[in-house]
Each structure stands twice: as structure tokens, then as C-alpha cells.
């Protein structure tokens, strides 16, 4: 295991967030093996804080079904079968309401683009995943979505992360989302769309785009405000990045 996953699992131990947050790419090819092992991440972070997990691209064995096309049970079926059989979670906390969306279809009519290098990369929101997310939530509960794909630019892979991502931004900040907790970018960012803050996550693999460190991000949420810190490993530690604070 790498040593950035033995302090990350040390952190969670200390620390016990109310929720730990898995934005996708468990694996890198699908495979049982790497699922089984992200399971034991899992199983250990359980034990001390609430999790919530969706898959990411890595995550989805689209060549069983290409524009759907072949044998779709078998999109998700390790994900599903090692991780969680729900690709959509819902987890309530008190104070908050946590909703996964899955972003990663594989390769489907909707995630298409004109770059053949998007094949299989580029996911998507869909209207319907917007509108029943909506019905999820609940009162004055903050409300955050977990999704695998940034909708966000990326300053280094110079994309987004879905199609269509200006009209999933307008969507989300329509159901009044508070957080969006997504990856997929490799590499940290902190971005405010007006009242709604999004964190996109690093990575804690040895796949961090433009040589950048692995990080973490850790949301804290209040009554008044929704601040994300970035944690920048060091090679021993986790150590300080930026943070960004919004008023509910």
C-alpha cells in the first residue's frame, strides 16, 4: 500500500469525520482485485466515520457495452459486486444530506465529444438525475452531491470533466446544492460557482497530472458556511494547501 494510503487511513482514524467521501476511481481497470483492495480502505474508514462512494471511469468496464451496445449488467458488475450494489447512495448525517450521482456511463451517446481521446473518459449529469437528487433532500440540511467527474475546467487537462457541464452547473445551483465533492481531474482545486462551492479532490494513486503531490480534500460544514481545505502530501505527511469558504 502506497504510504500516502497508510496516512490517510491513520488520519481517518484520529480525526473520525462524520463522513468520508470516495468520489470514484477505485480501480484502474475494473478489475476484482483492485476493488477487493479499495474494499479494505473502506471496511477500515467505516469503523470510525460514515462513508459514501460512486464509481468513476476507471470503475465502469465499458467494453462490455459500448453506446450500449452488448452486455450492460456487466458495466458495473465488480463495482457493484466488491464496492456497493447502490451506484446511486443517498447518506443523511445530521446537519447534512449526502447525494451520489453517477457520473461515469462508460461509453454512452450522451458522453461523447468531439475528441476521440474523451472516448470512455468524459462522463455526464443527466436532467433526471438532477431533478430526483432534488427530491433527496430534505429541510435545512446542507446539501452536497458526490459525483465522480468534475464540471469544473481544468487548469492542467485544459477540459471539463462532462458535457454539457455550464447546464449541470445552472442545474445543481437550481436545487440549491451547498457542496459538490467530485475527482476525476487529478489535481486540487477549490472552485465557487455563486453560493455553491466545489471541491475537486486530488488523488492519493501515483497518477497526479502534471507531477503535483497527492492531496485530500476535508469539508467542514456549518449552520453558516461551507469551507474546503486542501491537505498536500509532502512525501511523509499531509501537510496545509488552500482553502476556500463560502456563506449558506
Known amino acids: 500500500m502506497l504510504p500516502v494510503i ?39 474508514a467505516a469503523q470510525h466515520s460514515a462513508t459514501i462512494s460512486v464509481p468513476g471511469n476507471h470503475d465502469v468496464a465499458w467494453w462490455f457495452a459500448p453506446l450500449g451496445v452488448g452486455a450492460p449488467d456487466r458495466l458495473y458488475q465488480n463495482y457493484q459486486r466488491w464496492i456497493s450494489p447502490t451506484l446511486e447512495p443517498v447518506l443523511r448525517v445530521p446537519g447534512a444530506t449526502l447525494v451520489g450521482l453517477n457520473t461515469a456511463h462508460g461509453v454512452a451517446w450522451d458522453t461523447l465529444t468531439g475528441n476521440p481521446r474523451d472516448v470512455s473518459i468524459v462522463g455526464s449529469v443527466r436532467q433526471s438525475q438532477i431533478d430526483w437528487a432534488g427530491a433527496q433532500f430534505q429541510g435545512d440540511d446542507a446539501r452536497v452531491i458526490v459525483m465522480h467527474h468534475n464540471p469544473t475546467f481544468g487548469a492542467l487537462s485544459r477540459r471539463y470533466g462532462i458535457t454539457r457541464p455550464h447546464r449541470a452547473l445552472r442545474a445543481l445551483s ?38 503535483r503531490p497527492q492531496s485530500v480534500n476535508v469539508c467542514t460544514i456549518t449552520r453558516e458556511s461551507v469551507e474546503v481545505r486542501t491537505l498536500i502530501w509532502n512525501g511523509t505527511g499531509f501537510e496545509p494547501g488552500p482553502s476556500k469558504c463560502v456563506a449558506r
Open 174 to 211: 437550481a436545487i440549491n446544492v451547498n457542496l459538490v465533492l467530485c475527482g476525476h481531474d487529478h489535481q486540487e482545486a477549490i472552485v465557487t460557482e455563486g453560493r455553491m462551492l466545489i471541491s475537486v479532490a486530488g488523488t492519493v494513486s501515483s497518477r497526479s497530472r502534471g507531477h
Open 6 to 44: 497508510d496516512a490517510l487511513d491513520a488520519m481517518i482514524r484520529a480525526d473520525h469525520f462524520d463522513v468520508v467521501a470516495v468520489s470514484g476511481d477505485l480501480s484502474q481497470r475494473s478489475k476484482a482485485g483492485e476493488f477487493q483492495r479499495a474494499l479494505v480502505f473502506l471496511r477500515n
